[in-house]
């Protein structure tokens, strides 16, 4: 960004933001409204498992998320003039890793929280807030203490953002962004394990 544009600095942290707000928070609240009507304990005793009631509510979200990731990139391209140097399969299958990761975390937030108010304010406070301050989205993360720099390695979007700007801007191939692309995978295998876990306690 040799001519320092702010469009290449907010871009992919709103775009983080808008990916984590769809796809976490929608799915936490829409999941614990059916715990409040008490369909998902219908749910729960039917003879589906655990991972194919989590996948049959989530689909719809994926669609969605993946939607608005197509329209935040067109608008980019066609409102800022932002280019997508690398590969655009790629930067959509890292798109939809994120989402996936942020989907995971919605729904294990909706196994923990029993009202849609307190899924609400734990997809707030514990993932937007973060997004937003922890991501590099407004503050490099090079200049935070080194205490704040260690928290911001569980933050999804953190790896997200890299991945974002390696691909869009440097152009890069997944050998230079391989690690953040690894650590999105083993959070959002660790947090659907999770999940169903949870799912399975419910059950039983």
Request: aromatic fraction near 8%; hydrophobic fraction near 55%; glycine fraction near 6%.
């Amino acid at each position: 960004n040799p001519e320092l544009k702010g469009a290449f600095m907010f871009v992919p942290g709103v775009m983080a933001l808008l990916l984590t707000l769809i796809s976490a928070l929608m799915t936490s609240i829409s999941l614990t409204r059916e715990k409040e009507m008490g369909t998902m304990e219908m749910l729960l005793v039917s003879p589906f498992r655990a991972g194919h009631i989590i996948a049959g509510k989530v689909v719809t979200y994926v669609i969605l998320s993946m939607i608005n990731a197509g329209g935040i990139l067109l608008l980019a391209n066609l409102v800022f003039d932002l280019p997508v140097n690398g590969s655009l399969v790629i930067l959509l299958l890292e798109c939809l890793l994120f989402v996936t990761t942020a989907l995971s975390l919605g729904i294990l937030i909706s196994t923990v929280t029993d009202s849609q108010m307190k899924a609400m304010m734990m997809s707030t406070v514990g993932l937007m807030m973060p997004t937003m301050l922890l991501s590099g989205f407004i503050f490099p993360i090079d200049n935070m203490p080194f205490t704040i720099q260690l928290i911001t390695n569980i933050v999804p979007a953190r790896w997200f953002i890299t991945i974002i700007k390696n691909i869009m801007f440097k152009g890069t191939g997944i050998q230079y962004f391989w690690k953040e692309t690894i650590i999105l995978l083993i959070m959002t295998t660790a947090f659907i394990s999770l999940s169903i876990h949870n799912f399975k306690d419910r059950l039983e």
